[in-house]
């Protein structure tokens, strides 16, 4: 597991928004990293563990390409969005916030039946990241994460698995999360060709 280090919070969140402003040229353009097919996939994985979806949230959203084509999927839920740079938002702002995904609002706790994110390799700590995530769902609720590799480190993307152990990586991460992994995909190709694996983890029942 590599993680990049920031000099400071504020320099991380201005690479990040210039990031996202530079590739949706300032909000001009539609920008995802995952094909409507692919999030169909996805919907029926997420429709296995949690049937019925009420409330939802995809974290570092860009465009929100991912919150319409889940809120066309699921049209009886609320899909909401986020993402640190929101000039590149397109679609229906009554479920968006630009915001940090680290930093939850109180009226999110416990909230989620779901939780889906492809953009946690622009976090700059996977652990406390998650573990926000893992605030925002319900006992009952499931985080879906894309796993990236294969590019390294940079300022932009914050954090990459070893492609090698990346299974042990994400039981590891798991465990110090203290979520249950209910769901590991085999590697695949995502975007720029780089490589992924998809988990699906969920709260652990204490007695």
């Known amino acids: 597991m590599e993680i990049y280090e920031h ?90 916030r630009e915001m940090d995904f680290d930093n939850i609002p109180e009226e999110w706790k416990k909230y989620f039946d779901v939780i889906y994110s492809n953009s946690i390799d622009h976090s700059r700590d996977p652990i406390n990241t998650l573990m926000a995530w893992k605030s925002e769902l319900k006992d009952s609720g499931i985080c879906f994460v894309n796993f990236h590799w294969g590019r390294g480190v940079s300022r932009e993307d914050c954090f990459h698995l070893d492609p090698s152990k990346y299974e042990i990586e994400i039981k590891e991460i798991a465990e110090k999360t203290e979520m249950r992994i209910l769901y590991v995909s085999k590697p695949h190709k995502f975007a720029a060709g780089a490589s992924c694996a998809d988990a699906v983890l969920g709260k652990i029942w204490k007695i």
Not at 37 to 48: A, D, G
Not at 69 to 75: A, E, G, I
Request: charged fraction near 30%; aromatic fraction near 16%; charge should be positive.
């Open 7 to 96: 000099k400071d919070y504020e320099w991380y969140k201005a690479v990040q928004r210039k990031l996202t402003a530079k590739k949706t040229q300032y909000g001009k353009n539609s920008l995802s990293w995952i094909d409507e097919e692919s999030l169909m996939e996805v919907n029926k994985l997420m429709h296995y563990y949690v049937t019925d979806i009420k409330t939802m949230v995809c974290h570092g959203c860009r465009s929100g390409v991912e919150v319409d084509v889940f809120q066309r999927l699921n049209p009886d839920a609320k899909v909401f969005g986020t993402d640190l740079y929101g000039e590149g938002y397109k679609y229906d702002r009554i479920y968006f």
